[in-house]
């Protein structure tokens, strides 16, 4: 497994005390006990902080104005342990190919970097499974160190589709210290220090944006040598958007075609057509062409980081699921044709 790695110049960060982890992370390392609807084949850490996220945004349980309980990411509980513990596990559980990827998500708050950069050295003695870190934006010499620690991936999520939805979601409008232009200008640095297709952003599908909106914003990130992921909004308790509903599948479908034919090459934004309410109409590939790549499955399998399945981090496993863990069923494909092509687009 070959890490890409420049000799390490950074000094030496303590690993810190806890972590958290992600329930399904902690069935798959032996940490908890449970069962499991989906092994998750990443592991998913969370960085520990006693204090909220000093970011604001409306829809996320962490979020500083957030009445959510405090283990909550998404609609998954995220328990603490002692750092040193789950590292052990983590090499076991690479040792047998139990998970494939370590991915550290951070919260925002000024000790951020530094319990990174000491989580991903403690992992990196003891494995060399690679890591991928979600973070907000930073500077280009953060990135060079966590680059230099043994990070292979970098992902500064922008979340939002538009300028005006992000303002009002996560940037300024909502109290939030974030800014539309930052969040770029980050994603340029992060892939100026690791190279194209080394770097993602998530988008979030449902905050009021249109199908064009996004099409548009996925292509304008793979333009610059991003590579986008998608979630679907999730209403959360105690969050600023609770009662905000989420995306109806079918608009949500149309969506992962629009960004699997972009992110691999297969069509562009200016090749797809809309209707006057912004929906797709057409995805700027013969029919003959999508049918066939719609029955593989592909385009509606989890996207993110190589091996990162997220399984069930937006939906209950009853349903109805946006993001599938793994290549759909024959009969899960059935029904994915089903919401493609009976409702109107």
């Not at 390392?29 to 990443?42: F, Q, V």
């Not at 979600?134 to 999520?157: D, H």
């Not at 562009?268 to 006057?276: A, C, I, L, S």
Request: glycine residues 6%; proline residues 8%.
């Amino acid at each position: 497994m070959q890490i890409r790695v420049e000799e390490d110049k950074s000094p030496a960060y303590a690993l810190p005390e806890k972590v958290r982890v992600s329930y399904g992370s902690a069935v798959i390392l032996g940490l908890n006990n449970g069962i499991l609807n989906a092994n998750p084949s990443t592991a998913y850490l969370l960085t520990y902080t006693s204090r909220k996220c000093i970011a604001n945004c409306r829809f996320c349980p962490q979020a500083i104005s957030s009445t959510s309980k405090a283990d909550l990411l998404s609609r998954v509980t995220w328990p603490v342990f002692f750092s040193h513990r789950v590292i052990s596990r983590i090499k076991n559980a690479a040792t047998n190919t139990l998970i494939k990827r370590v991915c550290i998500q951070t919260l925002n708050y000024p000790e951020m970097l530094r319990d990174v950069l000491g989580l991903v050295k403690g992992i990196r003695s003891h494995t060399d499974i690679p890591i991928s870190v979600s973070c907000q934006p930073l500077g280009k010499n953060e990135i060079k160190l966590l680059a230099q620690a043994g990070v292979e991936r970098i992902g500064i999520p922008i979340d939002a589709a538009t300028e005006e939805i992000f303002n009002r979601v996560k940037g300024f409008d909502a109290n939030g210290p974030y800014t539309w232009e930052e969040h770029f200008e980050a994603l340029k640095s992060a892939v100026d220090v690791l190279k194209a297709g080394w770097v993602s952003t998530h988008l979030i599908v449902g905050l009021g944006e249109t199908e064009k909106d996004l099409a548009k914003v996925i292509q304008q990130v793979v333009n610059i040598g991003v590579y986008p992921g998608l979630f679907a909004f999730t209403p959360i308790p105690g969050t600023y958007l609770e009662k905000h509903p989420p995306p109806p599948i079918e608009r949500y479908r149309r969506i992962q075609v629009a960004r699997y034919l972009i992110a691999n090459g297969r069509s562009q934004f200016n090749n797809m057509t809309f209707d006057e309410h912004e929906t797709i109409r057409d995805f700027g590939i013969p029919e003959r062409e999508l049918k066939p790549l719609i029955k593989t499955g592909e385009p509606f399998i989890t996207s993110g980081c190589p091996h990162c399945n997220r399984p069930f981090y937006n939906e209950r496993p009853t349903g109805p699921i946006y993001n599938y863990p793994e290549t759909p069923s024959l009969s899960q494909i059935a029904e994915i044709e089903m919401q493609l092509y009976s409702s109107k687009r």
